[in-house]
């Protein structure tokens, strides 16, 4: 079988896909896709076929780039755009680059859309051995996978199977001129300095050295799905009906989880978090047992990379985008028919009869009390009995009427006037899927 038709199997799982996207940098296995995906589509009925090169303007020579590919497309009659993006000083300018550009392809794909990329067996093999030498577990070394969910689409790596060496001799076999990266010959990053050095050494000895690293890194992905697997089955229990479904949080209730070992508890969360942030390191898992173990009344919290682990109660929920700062205080609410924005705090809706006076939306500062059957409670205690978390009480939305606490958002219960105020809370700021984590 040769390249192309490697590739056209390969993708007959997503032939019914609304378009093919493929992430063209310029550079050989990139190159090598297009081309090899274009000669398909003279001969096969496929997907429409568009490119994007994401430009970084990390390196002056960079500047060229952008006309190399669009050139490429024009020659095999593929429609092309350049998406610009700013890389965030980070401590790893690779991953940095790297995150801005897959955020950048998820942004552009459609529904259903499935974005191609040409990484190949001995970036593969790469991968792997970079991480196996930062120590990485299953999860890592499981290197990346041949697909994942990205944006409204799907992101897949048709060439994960194919040698650089293949690449190369189809690319000249076919006249193909492409890109080389100057930054890829800086032996000071780690994978070039894998690539150029250690790689070949290994090689020498082992000549199928790459494409057993691979292979390996396929076996630690069957061996993923497995503890996957039983990860989803520990978790069914722990994500019953949280107590406030107007909460948009993923949460988790703990006497599930406790009843697991500390090895199924651990690959638990880790399924469950690795759509939502990046994973801790070994020496900082002991979050998990500070958050675990408290006691009931405590609200201990784990830091992670890309939001909060929080504990209330019996559960322990996941704070991320706004949820991590404190909101500013409420805008007049002028018309109660009309909703009112909450900056950084989402929405507010009144339900019932229309309102009139002096009325403000406050958060709670303490000391605020209700009138209720005919007696005055303190919010403290009425919060309390309703149960609602520690992280919600400063952020929700009270009701004041010529300076009186009126209403409490989303509690029916503690309103002393005929309707209902209704809160719709911000969102985290990751779409929560229990499969579909960044690898």
């Known amino acids: 079988m040769n390249l192309a038709e490697h590739v056209l199997a390969c993708l007959h799982p997503w032939r019914d896909a609304p378009g093919w996207v493929v992430a063209l940098s310029g550079g050989l296995d990139s190159t090598v896709l297009l081309h090899a995906l274009a000669t398909l589509s003279r001969e096969h009925a496929l997907p429409p076929i ?57 942004a552009a794909l459609g529904e259903r859309e499935v974005l191609l990329t040409g990484q190949h067996q001995d970036d593969q093999a790469e991968t792997l051995l970079l991480r196996l030498l930062r120590g ?61 050095d250690v790689i070949p050494r290994l090689t020498s000895c082992w000549p199928a050295a790459s494409q057993n690293l691979a292979r390996s890194a396929g076996h630690f992905a069957q061996a993923l799905d497995l503890l996957e697997a039983v990860a989803l089955d520990d978790l069914a229990p722990a994500c019953d009906t949280p107590p406030f479904p107007w909460l948009p949080l993923p949460s988790l209730a703990l006497a599930p989880l406790r009843a ?27 979050g998990w047992s500070a958050v675990r173990d408290a006691g009931g009344d405590a609200q201990p919290l784990w830091a992670l990379a890309d939001g909060t682990l929080c504990r209330a109660g019996d559960r322990v929920w996941w704070l991320a985008g706004a949820w991590q700062h404190v909101p500013a205080a409420p805008p007049a609410w002028v018309d109660t028919a009309a909703p009112l924005a909450l900056p950084g705090n989402g929405s507010l809706f009144w339900d019932g009869p229309a309102l009139s006076g002096d009325l403000q939306v406050r958060y ?20 309390n009995e309703a149960r609602v978390p520690g992280f919600v009480r400063g952020r929700l939305p009270l009701l004041f009427a010529g300076g009186h606490l009126v209403a409490v ?20 700021d990751r779409v929560f899927e229990m499969k579909g984590a960044f690898r």
């Open 364 to 383: 709670r500062q303490g000391g605020e009390r209700l009138a209720l059957a005919h007696r005055r409670r303190d919010l403290k205690r009425l919060l």
């Open 260 to 286: 697991l070992s500390e090895a199924r508890q651990r690959n638990a969360l880790q399924t469950w978090l690795a759509p939502l942030t990046r994973l801790p390191d070994t020496a900082h898992w002991a």
């Open 50 to 106: 568009r490119a994007i090169h994401v430009h970084h303007g990390l390196q002056a020579v960079a500047q060229g780039w952008p006309a190399h590919c669009a050139r490429l497309c024009e020659t095999l009659g593929i429609p092309f755009q350049t998406l610009a993006v700013q890389v965030a000083p980070d401590a790893s300018l690779e991953q940095a680059a790297r995150q801005a550009r897959y955020a950048a392809l998820g």
């Open 136 to 196: 990485a577990g299953v999860r890592g070394a499981a290197a990346m996978p041949s697909h994942r969910l990205l944006g409204r689409g799907t992101l897949y790596r048709p060439l994960l199977d194919v040698s650089r060496t293949v690449l190369e001799g189809y690319a000249k076999g076919q006249g193909l001129s492409w890109i080389d990266d100057p930054s890829n010959k800086d032996h000071r990053h780690q994978r070039n300095y894998l690539r150029h």
């Open 409 to 428: 958002a989303n509690l029916p219960a503690l309103s002393s006037v005929p309707g209902q105020l209704r809160w719709q809370p911000p969102t985290v």
